[in-house]
């Protein structure tokens, strides 16, 4: 059956057929997204929702979303989904942000030019029939130095358009290395450098608990005499009613604000004063942007929903169209080592190790490792993938450390999952044939060479004669047919292992039966997801 998606907000009719030429089951309902009721009463429906900022994908709206998959939002700004209860609920957030960053970069430019030359002010001043050439002395942007606050994507271009302009630029990003801001021609600095250096500053950055208020009274207070301030990037990040108060005294020369911390901003401190240029939102406001970001989340959740690649998502590592052709046995691979993990653990878990051996240690490791994950997890929660698997992962306080390596041994490559326990540390590792199919390669140490069947049976035992006549004879006399049976020893007459690729689960009673002859230490039933 074909996916099935949601639009709930305003896109454009071309982003919507783009789901219908992708064979994907699309419901265009654009003013839905304003009736909360209406939507929770039909979102279970649906396995994809396509939004704007119109749509508020709430905690409580995602209890009813039970077949939800994805959600897309056309723009950068996610503020309107909650993205731990989408983790927790197994839904991908995706955004798109690449789709305006062009256009926003060139509103911060534009609001910067703005506030310089008092243009709004001047424009109505002469509209209303005046002269005032005097009044509306401005103050250039060439040789000034602009201290941008977050040089990521829109950042970036901020950053090139102002050196265009020959405006010295000094940035504040954490992320950013000295290498990268040499490349782009900036100078790396602190923010306390910044602030009392910048004849402009302008925010691009997202709203978080690390940027919250990044421009508070006291670090306003830091700036130059006759700053300038632009923010186009999200609202909450000044202190509005601060900056009000030194626009006013004078210390900032102008402010140019395109978002507020309240929105629609209805009142606010810094409106009605002659040096702020105000805009209501605009940066994405381009006939352009709004086609490119709605075409844009139409293609990648349909490569989602289709293909299983991951774009720009907010909670889950990306994986592309070409890393998921490539990747598709790994992840089956790291699903089943996980599962038998998970299946074999009884005990709290402490920690897991993955160690990534050869071809695959080059590959995405961060979708390997939430596979991975997610296959220990399911024991606990079959509901589990890999979006939620990491939530329930780190609130149990389980470490999950990564290892890689150029390839050691027989294989091209391997992955070996280790799980610690209070009790023990548990280990397997598995590998992808020529075949396209993974296989289970070693257990606890001891070599072996295991197709993975959707039901297993796991046996350790001391190295004797019998045990293969003893399972054979019983697996038959309870009617269970084997499709595949591999052995295994440590040294001889050491610890050894057997793994059965059984038709149907082993009943309760053939595994009573087993333990009955004392042969065996343990006896574990298994059931892997190979569709």
């Not at 005032?132 to 994507?153: D, P």
Request: with cysteine; glycine share 8%.
């Amino acid at each position: 059956m074909a996916p099935k998606v949601l639009v709930s907000d305003k896109l454009s009719e071309t982003a919507v057929q783009i789901f219908r030429d992708r064979g994907i089951d699309v419901d265009f309902m654009p003013d839905l997204g304003k009736d909360k009721d209406k939507l929770a009463e039909v979102i279970g429906q649906y396995d994809g929702l396509a939004i704007r900022s119109a749509t508020k994908a709430t905690a409580k709206l995602l209890e009813k979303a039970d077949n939800l998959k994805v959600i897309g939002r056309a723009g950068i700004g996610t503020d309107n989904v909650d993205k731990e209860a989408a983790s927790k609920k197994g839904v991908i957030v995706m955004n798109t942000p690449f789709g305006n960053m062009i256009t926003t970069a060139e509103h911060a430019i534009a609001m910067m030019f703005a506030v310089a030359r008092q243009i709004p002010e001047a424009s109505e001043s002469t509209h209303a029939g005046k002269w005032e050439k005097s009044k509306f002395m401005g103050t250039e942007l060439t040789n000034k130095t602009l201290g941008v606050i977050g040089a990521g994507n829109i950042g970036g271009i901020v950053c090139d358009r102002a050196r265009g302009l020959k405006m010295k630029v000094i940035a504040y990003d954490p992320f950013l290395s000295e290498e990268k801001a040499a490349k782009m021609g900036v100078e790396k600095v602190e923010l306390e450098e910044l602030l009392p250096r910048a004849d402009f500053i302008t925010l691009h950055v997202p709203f978080t608990e690390q940027t919250a208020n990044i421009l508070s009274a006291e670090n306003l207070a830091k700036t130059k005499k006759g700053v300038r301030i632009v923010n186009c990037a999200r609202g909450g990040l000044v202190d509005e009613e601060a900056l009000a108060e030194l626009l006013k005294s004078g210390h900032v020369a102008g402010a140019a604000f395109d978002v507020f911390k309240e929105e629609p901003a209805k009142e606010n401190a810094l409106f009605n004063l002659h040096n702020v240029v105000c805009t209501p939102h605009l940066g994405a406001a381009t006939t352009e942007a709004q086609e490119n970001v709605a075409l844009q989340v139409a293609e990648q959740m349909s490569n989602y929903l289709l293909t299983g690649a991951v774009e720009n998502a907010l909670n889950m590592p990306s994986v592309t169209a070409e890393e998921a052709k490539v990747m598709g046995p790994w992840i089956k691979l790291a699903d089943h080592l996980g599962a038998f993990s998970g299946q074999m653990t009884d005990e709290p878990i402490k920690a897991i190790n993955i160690l990534y051996d050869g071809v695959v240690s080059d590959m995405n490791l961060a979708a390997l490792n939430c596979a991975v994950v997610a296959g220990i997890m399911k024991k606990a929660n079959p509901d589990v993938n890999m979006v939620s698997a990491p939530v329930v992962a780190k609130e149990r306080g389980i470490k999950i450390s990564t290892t890689n390596q150029d390839k050691s041994g027989t294989f091209d490559g391997y992955i070996k999952v280790t799980v610690v326990t209070e009790a023990r540390e548990r280990s397997i590792a598995g590998t992808v044939f020529s075949d396209g199919k993974p296989r289970f390669i070693q257990i606890k140490g001891i070599n072996i060479d295991a197709e993975v069947g959707a039901n297993m049976l796991y046996t350790t035992n001391e190295d004797v004669p019998g045990i293969i006549g003893t399972l054979g004879q019983t697996m038959g006399t309870n009617g269970v047919n084997i499709a595949n049976f591999t052995l295994g020893r440590a040294d001889v007459g050491g610890e050894a292992i057997a793994l059965l690729y059984v038709d149907a689960p082993v009943p309760a009673e053939a595994r009573a039966q087993l333990a009955e002859t004392g042969m065996f230490r343990q006896i574990k039933p298994l059931a892997f997801d190979v569709a």
